[in-house]
């Protein structure tokens, strides 16, 4: 089971899939989520930040991370998923 992405491509916005796999707690509470109806968008920022947010389904950010590319991501990705939940569980 791994965490699915909607990133958003440069430089025009294009749209892949894309998962990335974390241990099974996280990845059991981003599912909490996504059966809520929450979702998970990641971009990388001119800048070289990765930039991630989860919404819930009705477009209200649940959490956002911004970190720099690479091995930070795993961290921000936990991070993201565990605010997430969080307030996911407060505004249930």
Same mark, same amino acid.
């Given at each position: %089971?791994? #965490?699915?992405?909607?990133?958003? *491509? /440069?430089? =025009?916005?294009?749209? /892949?899939?894309?998962? #990335?796999? %974390? ?5 059991? @509470?981003?599912?909490? *989520? #996504?059966?809520? +109806?929450?979702?998970?968008? $990641?971009?990388?920022?001119?800048? +070289?930040? !990765?930039? %991630?947010?989860?919404?819930? @389904?009705? =477009?209200? #950010? ?10 930070? $991501?795993? @961290?921000? $990705?936990?991070?993201? !998923?565990?605010?997430?939940?969080? @307030?996911? =569980? =407060?505004?249930?």
């Amino acid at each position: %089971m791994s #965490i699915p992405f909607t990133q958003f *491509l /440069r430089p =025009d916005g294009r749209t /892949r899939n894309m998962t #990335i796999s %974390m241990p099974e707690e996280i990845e059991k @509470k981003a599912q909490t *989520l #996504i059966s809520g +109806g929450a979702r998970f968008e $990641v971009e990388e920022l001119r800048t +070289g930040e !990765v930039y %991630m947010e989860c919404l819930a @389904k009705d =477009d209200q #950010i649940l959490a956002n991370q911004l970190c720099i590319n690479g091995p930070p $991501v795993v @961290k921000a $990705v936990e991070e993201l !998923v565990l605010s997430a939940s969080a @307030k996911f =569980d =407060d505004k249930n």
